[in-house]
């Protein structure tokens, strides 16, 4: 019985620490993408301004 309980122990502690790591990594990669969708769009931005101060 208590070899049972300590199976199921290990699974769930398992399962709580991959669930932990899962749920960090997609806040820290929500948090890139979204640095790097402003940093293309401030990018976008510049480059544009350029091409239209060439074509003037």
């Known amino acids: 019985m208590f ?3 300590f ?3 290990l699974y769930i ?3 709580l620490k991959g669930l932990i ?3 960090s990594n997609e806040i820290i ?5 979204a ?3 402003s940093l293309l ?3 976008i931005t510049i480059i544009s301004n350029e091409i239209l101060n060439e074509k003037r």
């Not at 990669?29 to 993408?33: M, P, R, V």
Request: charged residues 10%; neutral net charge.
């Open 3 to 5: 070899h049972n309980n």
């Open 7 to 9: 199976i199921v122990f």
């Open 13 to 15: 502690n398992l399962f």
């Open 21 to 23: 790591l899962y749920l």
């Open 29 to 33: 990669w929500w948090n890139i993408t």
């Open 35 to 37: 640095l790097d969708q």
């Open 41 to 43: 769009k401030y990018n």
